[in-house]
């Protein structure tokens, strides 16, 4: 794996660090596009508090010089403002664990006296991290002319149509409105269900679509598990605060439908196999087609809940509801950009396994060999000649 990333820090800790290694010589990065990206996962209508505290900037201290990468590891650093009031104050423990969060099985698995220490880590938080490490991945993609944009497609009951627009102006449309939902009418839905759920003190969850263009045909593998791309993209989501499903395009839909009206037909345009739907979301067997690539997580509903959950006190082995100290009321819209940041991760890192290099200098000639290579294939590389099968 040519690219990864190290966090670490506590959501109410002094600070979040990151370390991204891997990334190639000579790619420009801009910190203003960096604290864009954490600027866009602050924002979303239905955040607690803690945001308006928050203001994530980050400090670069390792791996870039002069306004480009060095090849070097590249470390971030974001200071939590909300450590000013946590310094030195005098904690209560927290002792009764909210169903879905990891309070419980964090307490179980170390063996806390605080079940704070399980939040703290587990915190969505961390996913500051992740965005400034993938605006560097975005940096590396947007020079090979990869495009990652995201939205929110359900936000509880409302779901949105998204109309069949190039992802640029589904991002504009997005970025329009509090829900980060490209359906105006459905992000208006969708603002009055938070409304309502906030009304009730509860939460929603939702699903979210990210889609990358520009990806060339050829990147992943079916030859090894671990090697089909789709794969390490569900991990990607997966492994993000409170997702509990993904599927490659409307695979969950397709799930339910004839093969003839899932499988996405070839017809041969202008010289060249075109298809006119991309319902497999950008992949067959594990390799992308060239198509967009296109990722759905479903998130659970937020855990920490206003009116409270019937659980446990550790402390007085009773049955007791949570206390509620402060939280989001729904995060769908916030966890699209961390979804971006994920995907392009992962995208970067099958870019350069696929074409190596050291510098963006000695990359970009490669990618424009790829896709001359992959049009003289396509024009002759396969032969109707019989032959005899051998095995040496
Ligand atoms: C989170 C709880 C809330 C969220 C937090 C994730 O924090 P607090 O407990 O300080 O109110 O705001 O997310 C962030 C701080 C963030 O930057 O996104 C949790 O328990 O997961």
Not at 225 to 231: F, G, N, S, V, Y
Not at 255 to 280: K, Q, W, Y
Request: glycine share 10%; net charge negative.
């Amino acid at each position: 794996m040519p690219l990864r990333f190290l966090t670490a820090g506590e959501s109410h800790g002094p600070a979040l660090t990151a370390i991204l290694e891997g990334m190639p010589a000579g790619v420009p990065l801009a910190v203003e596009a960096i604290n864009h990206e954490l600027a866009r996962r602050q924002v979303g209508y239905g955040s607690g508090g803690r945001m308006k505290i928050e203001k994530d900037t980050v400090r670069l201290t390792s791996g870039v010089a002069v306004g480009v990468t060095t090849g070097g590891p590249i470390a971030l650093h974001v200071e939590n403002d909300d450590w000013a009031n946590w310094e030195g104050r005098q904690v209560t423990p927290i002792t009764r664990p909210r169903p879905g969060h990891a309070d419980l099985t964090g307490g179980l698995k170390y063996g806390y006296n605080d079940l704070r220490h399980a939040l703290e880590r587990a915190s969505a938080r961390e996913t500051t991290m992740r965005v400034a490490m993938g605006a560097l991945c975005k940096a590396l993609l947007e020079a090979l002319d990869v495009t990652v944009g995201g939205y929110v497609i359900v936000l509880g009951p409302v779901e949105a149509t998204i109309p069949a627009r190039p992802l640029a102006e589904l991002v504009t449309l997005a970025e329009a409105n509090e829900m980060r939902c490209p359906d105006p009418e459905a992000a208006e839905a969708m603002r009055e269900a938070v409304k309502a759920i906030r009304k009730a003190q509860d939460t929603l969850g939702g699903i979210l679509e990210v889609v990358a263009e520009g990806v060339p045909p050829g990147l992943g593998s079916y030859v090894q598990w671990d090697r089909r791309l789709e794969a390490r993209l569900a991990l990607a989501m997966m492994s993000i605060q409170a997702m509990k499903g993904v599927e490659i395009g409307p695979a969950f839909r397709n799930a339910t439908l004839p093969g003839t009206e899932v499988h996405d037909e070839i017809f041969m345009e202008g010289g060249r196999p075109v298809r006119h739907s991309n319902r497999a979301g950008g992949f067959e067997g594990g390799i992308t087609t060239g198509e967009p690539v296109v990722v759905r997580a479903a998130m659970k509903p937020i855990s920490t809940i206003l009116a409270g959950l019937r659980s446990v006190d550790l402390a007085t082995q009773r049955e007791e509801k949570t206390v509620y100290e402060r939280s989001d009321f729904t995060a769908v819209h916030r966890a699209v950009v961390v979804a971006e940041a994920m995907v392009a991760f992962v995208l970067a890192d099958a870019m350069l396994e696929k074409l190596g290099g050291d510098s963006l200098g000695e990359i970009l000639p490669r990618l424009a060999l790829l896709h001359e290579q992959q049009a003289a294939w396509l024009q002759g590389g396969v032969s109707s000649e019989p032959y005899e099968w051998r095995v040496p």
